[in-house]
């Protein structure tokens, strides 16, 4: 069953078309694949749910015989544990929610249990999606695919992972400030955030509700194209919904790699800075050659306060944060520390005190302190104001150019516990990921080389509501490179008699196809 762990979405629907293959068969495919490797290699998974996963196969089974034929139709899929889905554990990666069943399914949840996929399980991630390398889970943390001694990026660290491990052929993130692309480069997976408002946060437990958006991880753009077809448009639960014409995603990537008349900007912002390793910059230049050979132009810009965003996005998102997790408070349904006489004070104090893991706390004194009477307005006030010049920054640009290009994060996978004593070192991995989430912009990271031995990511940013030209550059570039036809070292693995050694992945070397370099 290797080659239906390693199939694209595109393929798998192709076999279960053509009844070469059941969809209860693609399942317990990649359940049996996550249930003999994930546990001593990547931990991705907080809970498999192989019974729901079975019965939804059977399901998408009968409808196939119907003569239904959905693009997503019999899929498997993970999703990360921040989304609710009706009776099935939703812990948001936190003690506090760890026994939380929700009533419902969020709107997501919904509309793939609708077009037929199948879940196969809820994902490991930083604790209420704070943090860049899914160290801050309150369970344990998860391991890179390419080399299990290091991180997988975050906080959808557990969804890229599982991806990346070929677990299943796509999985769903969030993305606050940068949480979909940036594990997406570390674990060289295509990872998309949407617009802000395209895709319905209904269902979604809430860090940063101004900031956070669902998006896919998928092994190829045309895949990504293909869920965000499912998952786009409008939801009247949702008040931060855009009510906005939704195309075919699929339909706008083209046929060929051809990028004649595309302007494609860079940033000095996003090159000239410290701090980026030199093999990251080195393969997102060649990748940014590689673009204008495929047609596109180039053009030096500046995003003068992009050098703002870090300290902005600290502000905004941890004052958010300490709104949206007050409810949280042992009274509920969260985690609740009661002993006998103890007062209302001592439950608040006791549950939130054992429940919330160190960074959360961080950022919940961070934005009260934010909010609080006095420091309003010269902290959370100014931040909002800085907010909208970097958002008009990008709309500068967008007067002349059709997308912004350059590096996703600015290193490669680093090891474990090597950032977990410096928040600050942590918080800039995602120096080039914030300014596009407080912009509110679609942007993806696509496979685009390596650096020791460790995937790289190519960042595309664009217009509001522009997904499509985003994803048309991005499957360009794909299409005339291999670097997504890479596989880690946990997805070449059998799942039969595989030894469990860790292992670091070899320096693979370019393949571009000929005819476009």
Known sequence: MAALTSSSIAELRALLARRDVSALEVARAHLDRIEELDDRTVQAMLTVTREHAEGQARAADARITAGEDAPLLGVPMILKDVMITRGIRTTAGSRILENFRPIEDGTITRRLAEAGTVLLGKS???EFAMGSSTENSGFFPTRNPWDLERVPGGSSGGSAAAVGAEFAPFALGTDTGGSI???AALCGVVGFKPTYGRVSRY???AFASSLDQIGPFTRTVEDCALVLNAIAGYDPCDSTSLQAPVPDYRVALGSAPDLKGVRLALPREYFDVEGVEPGVAAAVNTAIEHLESLGAELGEVSLPHTKYGVATYYLVAPAECSANLARYDGVKYSLSIREPGAGLWDVY???RGEGFGREVKRRIVLGTYALSSGYYDAYYLKAQKV????????DRVFEDFDAVVGPTSPNVAFPLGAKTQDPLAMYLNDLFTIP???AGL????????FAEGLPVGLQIIGRALDESSVLRIAHAFEQSTAWHTLRSPIARRETSTTPTGLKTAQEPQPLIDEQHD
């Open 436 to 438: 596009t989430s407080l």
């Open 442 to 449: 679609p942007g993806i990271s696509v496979p685009a080389g």
């Open 387 to 394: 907010r909208t010049l970097i958002k008009q920054d990008f």
């Open 349 to 351: 104090e006791r549950s």
């Open 203 to 205: 269902g979604l437990i």
């Open 124 to 126: 490991n991630m930083d």
């Open 181 to 183: 692309r940036q594990p």
